[in-house]
């Protein structure tokens, strides 16, 4: 059974740093593609990066580029998210979701977390 | 502002047919595939179509996709209670900003 789990939400002051982790099982971790979507609360989704299988290639929302890093460990069947200068407007819920296939330019996203809340505030 | 547009509401009764709209451009419906999502109150969104019109398994066949050109169409047959949602349209954006966009999601009423 896929399982994708995600932690680090915390409650954060605007300008400071998180790091999210997603713990995948149930599935050959490095043969897929992993994304990282938010939720802010009542609103709708929006896509906030991607990485390949390898690790090889990343690619972010404008929204989050330069501030945010998406990284994995597949050593460790892991994903991450190193969040920078938060601002109040990064407030949602983050969700991991695994791609269907290794090739990135998709976004059929088969299996999602339950997401990790974080707030930003002072 | 969502780069892909969809209808904020959709309703109609149980057992009947309703369609949602998905509108977007040449960089990204227009020249990739389009995937849909299902998302019940209070959980994590599902799957429900890839690459325009497959169903992952488990997906019963009352939900249908279809892309012609720019825009996309997501049609449920047979309503039920248990439909009520809120559905997003997804797909890959080949601009400068290469990315992933969602539309901005229909909250589907059963009456």
């Known amino acids: 059974e896929v399982q994708l789990v995600e932690s680090g939400g915390v409650v954060v002051q605007p300008g400071g740093s998180l790091r999210l982790s997603c713990a995948a099982s149930g599935f050959t971790f490095d043969d897929y593609a992993m994304h990282w979507v938010r939720q802010a609360p009542g609103k709708g989704l929006e896509w906030v990066s991607l990485i390949s299988w390898d690790g090889g290639s990343t690619y972010y929302a404008d929204s989050v580029k330069g501030r945010f890093t998406i990284s994995r460990d597949n050593s460790k069947n892991s994903l991450y998210l190193q969040m920078n200068s938060l601002r109040a407007e990064d407030t949602a819920l983050y969700y991991c979701?695994?791609?269907?296939?290794?090739?990135?330019?998709?976004?059929?996203?088969?299996?999602w977390g339950q997401g990790t809340l974080v707030t930003v505030s002072s | 502002q969502s780069v892909l547009t969809q209808p904020p509401s959709v309703s109609a009764a149980p057992g009947q047919k309703v369609t949602i709209s998905c509108s977007g451009s040449s960089s990204n419906i227009g020249n990739n595939y389009v995937s849909w999502y299902q998302q019940l109150p209070g959980t994590a969104p599902k799957l429900l179509i890839y690459e325009n019109n497959k169903r992952p398994s488990g997906i019963p066949d009352r939900f249908s996709g279809s892309k012609s050109g720019t825009s996309a169409t997501l049609g449920i047959t047979g309503l039920q209670t248990g439909d009520e949602a809120d559905y997003y349209c997804g797909t890959w954006d080949s601009s400068l900003s290469a990315g992933g966009v969602f539309g901005g999601g229909t909250k589907l009423t059963v009456l």
């Open positions: 979701a695994k791609a269907r296939k290794r090739v990135v330019a998709l976004l059929d996203l088969d299996y």
